[in-house]
């Protein structure tokens, strides 16, 4: 049987697809940010001087990177229930997306953190910073340098993750894609329409994390 592609259903079924890369974008960018500010928190949480919440929150963040990200999303949305938590598909969705990637970016916070020169560090306590000032105007804007690149890496990684919050009911861009397929019976141009979608987004914004590491760098200095 030979595939043909039909341009009238193509042109068809792209408004639907392209409202759909909206929800897409809303759910990568709200999980993205709660993993932004998490992922933070884990990084700080593990350097304490309490050793018990340092091994918890690595303990926390081993089991995270450990298990699949669908599990967790259905963890969420299916086991949340009966500890008395019942959230909707979206927020239980962004909720498991955001956990998710907060776990790999506490690390790359961290790795970030590590590589600051220790004589930075001797500096802030000759000065008597206090240790909030000490992270967050000496200390984390000089990490972000090195962090960049594997946050950029994340962000684009979680935008290619988004299909699977379609597994409770999400309409995101490929549970639509599937919904068109299946209605129609073609499922040639819906799914090359979401691969193509995806690759418009992805290298831009790669692009652009280049482009701010660049400036990142000139703006804070070697």
Same mark, same amino acid.
């Given at each position: 049987?030979?595939?043909?592609?039909?341009?009238?259903?193509?042109?068809? #079924?792209?408004?639907? %697809?392209?409202?759909? =890369?909206?929800?897409?974008?809303?759910?990568?960018?709200?999980?993205?940010?709660?993993? %932004?500010?998490?992922? %933070?928190?884990? $990084?700080?949480?593990? /350097?304490?001087?309490?050793? %018990?919440?340092?091994?918890?929150?690595?303990? *926390?963040?081993?089991? #995270?990177?450990? =298990?699949?990200?669908?599990?967790?999303?259905?963890?969420? *949305?299916?086991?949340?229930?009966?500890?008395?938590? =019942?959230?909707?598909?979206?927020?239980?969705?962004?909720?498991?997306?955001?956990?998710?990637?907060? $776990?790999?970016?506490?690390?790359?916070?961290?790795?970030?953190?590590?590589?600051?020169?220790?004589?930075?560090?001797?500096?802030?306590? &000759?000065?008597?910073?206090?240790? /909030?000032?000490?992270? *967050?105007?000496?200390?984390?804007?000089? &990490?972000?340098?090195? &962090?960049?690149?594997?946050?950029?890496?994340?962000? #684009?990684?979680?935008?290619?993750?988004?299909?699977?919050?379609?597994?409770?009911?999400?309409?995101?861009?490929?549970?639509?894609?599937?919904?068109?397929?299946?209605?129609?019976? /073609?499922?040639?141009?819906?799914?090359?329409?979401?691969?193509?979608?995806?690759?418009?987004?992805?290298?831009? =914004?790669?692009?652009?994390?280049?482009?701010?590491?660049?400036?990142?760098?000139?703006?804070?200095?070697?």
């Amino acid at each position: 049987m030979m595939l043909t592609w039909r341009w009238d259903f193509t042109w068809e #079924v792209l408004p639907r %697809l392209l409202w759909a =890369t909206l929800n897409t974008l809303f759910a990568a960018g709200v999980g993205y940010a709660i993993a %932004l500010v998490l992922g %933070l928190l884990l $990084a700080l949480a593990q /350097r304490t001087k309490w050793k %018990l919440l340092t091994l918890a929150v690595r303990e *926390f963040v081993e089991f #995270v990177r450990s =298990t699949p990200l669908v599990l967790q999303i259905f963890f969420v *949305f299916y086991v949340g229930p009966q500890f008395g938590i =019942t959230l909707p598909p979206w927020t239980s969705g962004i909720i498991a997306i955001g956990l998710h990637y907060a $776990a790999y970016l506490s690390e790359v916070y961290r790795a970030g953190i590590e590589a600051v020169p220790r004589g930075q560090w001797e500096a802030c306590r &000759a000065l008597n910073l206090s240790t /909030r000032d000490t992270y *967050f105007r000496a200390i984390i804007p000089q &990490a972000m340098v090195p &962090a960049v690149p594997g946050m950029g890496n994340y962000l #684009v990684g979680i935008l290619k993750d988004t299909p699977m919050l379609s597994v409770i009911g999400v309409t995101e861009l490929m549970h639509t894609a599937n919904a068109i397929g299946s209605e129609n019976y /073609r499922f040639l141009e819906p799914f090359t329409l979401v691969g193509l979608i995806f690759l418009f987004i992805s290298l831009p =914004t790669a692009g652009l994390v280049k482009l701010f590491e660049r400036r990142l760098r000139s703006a804070i200095g070697p």
